[in-house]
């Protein structure tokens, strides 16, 4: 069982920059692949950024690459994603989700959720 809680969203103005952090519970973290998702008001759930169990692989949606990063401390049971050159579009409730395999695109194949942060970006 992994309970997950994110932190770190907030309001930031166009081209800013912010941070989520999403903690972990228990000790087999590091067994899990991590993905990050975000959802706007009245539109679907979509994919943001995955790593794998060992942080050595990565994929980003197109609308963030360049701009986001994914990385986790297994030491801190934690993934974190940065987020620069923010756009009012990426504007959402973000969700951090474990999975105990490979990472996936998909959120319907996730295990685990957190509550979600809510990230507001001005113009």
């Known amino acids: 069982q992994v309970q997950l809680v994110e932190s770190g969203g907030g309001l930031v103005q166009a081209g800013g920059s912010l941070r989520l952090s999403c903690a972990a519970s228990?000790?087999?973290?590091?067994?899990?692949?991590m993905g990050w998702f975000r959802q706007a008001p009245g539109k679907e759930r979509e994919f943001v950024a995955v790593?794998?169990?060992?942080?050595?692989?990565?994929s980003y949606a197109d609308s963030v690459k360049g701009r986001f990063t994914i990385s986790r401390d297994n030491a801190k049971n934690t993934v974190y994603l940065q987020m620069n050159s923010l756009k009012p579009e990426d504007t959402a409730v973000y969700y951090c989700?474990?999975?105990?395999?490979?990472?996936?695109?998909?959120?319907?194949?996730?295990?685990?959720w957190g509550q979600g942060t809510q990230v507001t970006v001005s113009s």
């Open positions: 228990g000790r087999t973290f590091s067994s899990y692949a």
């Open positions: 790593i794998s169990w060992s942080g050595g692989s990565t």
């Open positions: 989700a474990a999975r105990s395999k490979a990472g996936s695109r998909y959120y319907r194949e996730y295990e685990y």
